[in-house]
């Protein structure tokens, strides 16, 4: 069974960071494309970053210099480090299997508010 939980979120200020954790199980971690998209309230699933089997990464453009994702075989987990976070950056964070979210967590919360 896939299993996907994600971890780290909160309540920061505008300009201020956080770092999202995905812990991951019942499938074959290193072979596959991790996925990171957020649902802000309101709005639909939009994709954020993906992070490859040979540790390429690709970023959508809004977060695109300000967030790093990262992934760790050997625990399997995949990270999100967010900086100079915005207001607009407010959503529920998932970890997925795919870009279009279809395989995911139940979400970790970040609020961007001063």
């Known amino acids: 069974e896939v299993q996907l939980v994600e971890s780290g979120g909160g309540l920061v200020e505008p300009g201020g960071s956080l770092r999202l954790s995905c812990a991951t199980s019942?499938?074959?971690?290193?072979?596959?494309?991790m996925t990171w998209v957020r649902q802000a309230p309101g709005k639909g699933l939009e994709w954020v970053a993906s992070?490859?089997?040979?540790?390429?990464?690709n970023y959508a453009n809004s977060v695109k210099g300000r967030f790093t994702i990262s992934r760790d075989n050997g625990q399997s987990m995949v990270l999100l480090q967010m900086h100079s976070l915005k207001p607009e950056d407010t959503a529920v964070y998932y970890c997925s299997l795919d870009p279009s979210g279809t395989t995911r967590g139940q979400g970790t919360q970040v609020t961007v508010s001063s």
């Open positions: 019942g499938f074959a971690f290193s072979v596959n494309t």
């Open positions: 992070i490859y089997r040979d540790y390429t990464t």
